[in-house]
């Protein structure tokens, strides 16, 4: 992994543990599920898969994004021709350097109270089939 992806998973994983709110969830998983054994192991196992979960996704789209931009340069060549295509990817880098100078940042997307409610009242009725699951799972280990 090169040190780009290395710094943007290092940034997730230091805002998680300085911002992110785990006990707000961990309160509503309380709420909605009264089989839990333990406060302290949920709320790892929490962070802990959030962690993994957000970390995967920046190396996952570190990679389509190289594929993407391996497509993108072929096509250019075919249109443009080798050269032309040196060219323009210069000039693209330019224009994104100059952009990142001047302040300009990446686009942020942030969820409505009411989209994150939907999102939590569609995962309520899967609290008991995953704790089945990590039981089984459990078990199947044990054996």
């Known amino acids: 992994m090169d040190r780009e992806t290395r710094g943007r998973i290092s ?9 992110q709110n785990v006990l707000k969830t961990i309160n509503w998983i309380l709420e909605a599920d009264n089989q839990v054994g333990s406060q302290e192991d949920l ?6 898969g959030s962690l993994v979960n957000n ?7 570190k990679k389509v994004n190289e594929k993407l931009e391996k497509q993108y340069k072929k096509r250019l060549e075919k249109i443009c021709g080798k050269e032309g295509a040196t060219k323009r990817l210069r000039e693209d880098d330019i224009i994104l350097e100059e952009t990142r100078t001047k302040g300009g940042r990446r686009i942020k997307a ?3 109270e009411e989209e994150i409610e939907d999102i939590r009242n569609m995962l309520i009725p899967m609290i008991v089939p995953f ?13």
């Open 11 to 19: 940034e997730i994983i230091d805002y998680a543990f300085e911002k």
């Open 43 to 48: 709320a790892l196992g929490y962070f802990m």
């Open 55 to 61: 970390t995967y996704d920046v190396a996952g789209h």
């Open 110 to 112: 942030e969820l409505t």
């Open 131 to 143: 704790r089945e699951k990590i039981r089984k799972e459990v078990a199947l280990r044990r054996v």
